[in-house]
């Protein structure tokens, strides 16, 4: 396919999904006029994995592609990514231009345009080219008065016109820009820039313009003019120069036409100055104030210096004032700020640095006790022949420091603070008591309280259908026919599938849930939502404790194939926060394995609960439906590969996949796995449990967590096939989630 290379270095060519090494492929090849292409594909493999695409961008040199892995060298305006096929983000500017140049079919940018308060945004369109249609359906702009995509709608764009001048209400714009599958066009290029009342300088004669709100000021005139924006010119004032102060001096400050509207005095060392240092000229051409005065021997003394601190004058404040601060690792008790007084002494208390430690910052979801300062009653064998110095050979270098009080937020040395999780749904880690130390630091580690995961006490093998599943998520779909956000009703969502809460922000699903019907692409943040804390199919039966959640964000794994089905998983990233309790706790991602899926399931347990929503509701249950549960076998994929040849829907089962039956003999089992988009748990073993190799028949593995046990993700549901009436001995395909644990812990940050 090419000439000869110069490079020696080889990549090994591994083909797609076998995953099978079928040898070496030379990485850079010389084309027809003799440049590097980095893109060959390789006679041994049906796609070379090396082989990138530069979508909006231009290939980078060998080392950039090879050694570095960055294989675009630069995208067009508007792009970013390996690929440059990112755009779009938050931008807290002043003033910048967006620009987009040869968008591709199916694009998706989105930009929040963020300035200060009390400022607006002014939007203008440079450029604009995209495929016109008298609704704007296909390719558009739309921009939204605010920061997010549920904001006011301002307009929607298209076509070769460049609309008018955009202006916000507030200090944000949201800008969405989306393009179909079939045409493309130049893109656009737009600036934006803060705006305010002040921006067109309305102020006259040099006065300074204030804002008051985003639409109204006023104007900081200079001396003699007045008027709403300076426009009334002072009428001519004329002062006599004063004498000079005796020991002393002034200097002349001059306006307009050199005529002369203020002066500044001061006094020659050591004589101290008297009265007002600065005198206006009036429009009664008077001067202001009385005459400066210099006088020898009055004002304060030096400022006391401070042991462990330091002072400094604060610029521009009379009387004479200064500010003292402490070094590290001592607090400030008495008066931060001393002013000299007309009797010729210093203001407020003195002050004093202390020893101490200031408070370590620890979130809300940690409670702290503030213990009183103790000694340790640490002995050494010395302690026996001083056995009656021990309280004075530990207290500070200034008996006065104990007693001195401190400023919020610091503590003295020898106190204590307990720490403990302000729920006990959160598990502590760091210390639990930690010393302000002598060095001003605090001992031990720093603390911190984290969900627990996969904890289920109240879980009876008896009744699994009445079971509540805290770590349950529902996934929703908004219909097509729902358009106008602001009014929307519970009838506008689909309830698709179900996932799994794996921390206060990440749900993990099946990829194909959140994806167009062949698609890799995950849909719209807006046309997502979850809900955690169900009980009942049905909101109204029981509101209590749900939680609807937005959606931050979707991220579907790469590898993900809607053909086949492989890779099937995602992680749904929330813009709320989920509130952990007693009806919404975390799930456990599985432990870390060696083997294929059928090793992996065998270390642990041959048989998992499958819990979900059924997309499509049980009539006869009506209001009472709950979430579905029953057990499945995990079983080999040869049979399971044949069973699905032998009904007509042959497959093959990938190292990502899972194959398990249906386990009817198990208590009021409700569960049809393969019709149900749920997750595949494994169940807590009980405490003290050592037998691992127990048959697979018994129910010892669907016992209570007890204590200490965990329940773990095992696998997401994927796939099924028709056959009518549910039938236990049919396999369902499920995503293996244990290969997926790094992936899934990364996009979980």
């Known amino acids: 396919m090419c000439r000869n290379c110069c490079e020696y270095d080889v990549i090994q060519c591994k083909c797609p999904l076998q995953g099978s090494r079928v040898g070496y492929a030379v990485p850079c090849c010389r084309n027809a006029i003799n440049e590097c292409d980095p893109c060959i594909i390789h006679p ?5 994995e090396n082989c990138k695409r530069c979508n909006n961008g231009t290939w980078g040199p060998r080392d950039n592609f090879f050694i570095k892995g960055k294989f675009c060298a630069e995208c067009r305006p508007g792009w970013t990514g390996g690929d440059c096929l990112q755009c779009g983000g938050v931008v807290r500017k002043r003033q910048g231009h967006l620009v987009l140049e040869s968008y591709p079919n199916n694009a998706r940018c989105e930009w929040t345009l963020q300035v200060d308060r009390p400022f607006t945004i002014d939007f203008r369109f440079m450029m604009l080219s995209l495929e016109f249609d008298h609704s704007c359906r296909y390719d558009y702009i739309e921009i939204r008065d605010g920061n997010s995509i549920h904001s006011r709608v301002i307009g929607r764009y298209c076509g070769n016109s460049r609309p008018a001048l955009i202006q916000s209400s507030g200090n944000a714009l949201h800008v969405l820009f989306v393009s179909d599958g079939y045409k493309n066009f130049d893109g656009f290029f737009a600036t934006f820039q803060e705006s305010s009342a002040c921006s067109s300088s309305p102020c006259l004669h040099d006065g300074t313009c204030i804002l008051d709100t985003a639409s109204s000021f006023h104007c900081a005139c200079l001396s003699g003019y007045t008027g709403r924006r300076c426009e009334n010119v002072p009428a001519e004032r004329f002062c006599s120069l004063p004498a000079k102060p005796a020991h002393g001096d002034h200097f002349l400050v001059y306006g307009p036409n050199d005529v002369l509207i203020a002066l500044q005095a001061l006094c020659y060392r050591p004589y101290k100055l008297l009265g007002g240092s600065q005198r206006t000229c009036l429009p009664n051409n008077t001067w202001s104030g009385a005459p400066a005065r210099c006088a020898k021997g009055s004002g304060c003394p030096a400022a006391p210096r401070l042991h462990h601190g330091f002072h400094q004058p604060v610029p521009g404040l009379r009387p004479e004032t200064v500010e003292y601060s402490c070094n590290h ?43 009183p300062p103790q000694i340790p009653s640490r002995k050494t064998p010395l302690h026996k022949l001083y056995s009656m110095g021990l309280g004075h050979l530990l207290q500070g270098d200034d008996p006065r420091e104990a007693s ?105 699903v099946a990829a194909h849930c959140v994806t167009e019907l062949g698609k890799v692409y995950p849909l719209g943040t807006a046309k997502m939502k979850v809900v955690v804390g169900k009980h009942y199919r049905h909101d109204l039966r029981a509101p209590k404790g749900l939680q609807h959640l937005r959606v931050a964000s979707i991220a579907v794994h790469p590898n993900y194939d809607p053909l086949i089905l492989d890779s099937d998983l995602a992680v749904v990233r929330l813009l709320d926060k989920a509130r952990i309790g007693e ?13 294929g899926p059928e090793e992996a399931a065998a270390a642990v347990s041959r048989e998992g609960l499958v819990t979900g929503w059924s997309p499509l509701p049980d009539l006869a249950l009506g209001d009472e439906e709950r979430a579905r549960v029953g057990v499945v076998r995990l079983a080999d994929v040869v049979p399971c590969e044949q069973q699905y040849a032998r009904n007509g829907a042959p497959v093959s089962v990938t190292d990502n996949m899972l194959c398990a039956s249906h386990k009817p ?85």
Request: net charge neutral; aromatic share 10%.
């Open 583 to 595: 009806q919404v706790l975390p799930l456990c991602l599985p432990d870390d394995v060696q083997g």
């Open 665 to 749: 003999d198990y208590g009021a089992s409700n569960i049809c796995p393969s019709d149900t988009g749920g997750i595949l748990v494994l169940p807590g073993s009980p405490a003290g449990s050592q037998d691992q190799g127990t048959d697979s028949s018994s129910s010892s593995s669907m016992d209570p967590a007890g204590s200490g046990s965990q329940w773990r993700l095992m696998g997401l549901v994927s796939f099924g096939y028709e056959q009518g009436e549910c039938d236990p001995e049919l396999y369902t395909v499920y995503t293996n989630v244990a290969n997926f644990k790094d992936w899934i812990e990364s996009h979980m940050r």
């Open 44 to 48: 041994g493999c049906s796609i070379f």
């Open 329 to 371: 690792s001592y607090a400030l008790s008495g008066d931060g700020r001393r002013s000299c007084l007309p009797n010729g002494t210093w203001s407020g208390r003195a002050p004093l640095c202390v020893r101490a430690c200031r408070e370590p910052k620890v979130s809300e979801l940690v409670r702290q006790t503030i213990l």
């Open 404 to 508: 001195q009080a401190l400023p919020r937020g610091f503590h003295h040395l020898y106190s204590q603070i307990g720490y403990e999780c302000a729920s006990p749904y959160y598990r502590h880690a760091g210390s639990a008591r930690r010393t302000c130390l002598k060095t001003g630091k605090w001992s031990g580690r720093h603390v911190s309280c984290s969900p627990v995961c996969g904890k289920h006490s109240t879980f009876d093998p008896q009744w699994p259908a009445e079971t509540h599943w805290p770590w349950l998520a529902a996934i929703y779909r908004r219909s097509t026919k729902s358009a106008d956000v602001s009014k929307e009703a519970a009838s506008d969502w689909l309830l698709v599938c179900s996932g799994a809460l794996v921390n206060q922000r990440s749900v993990v």
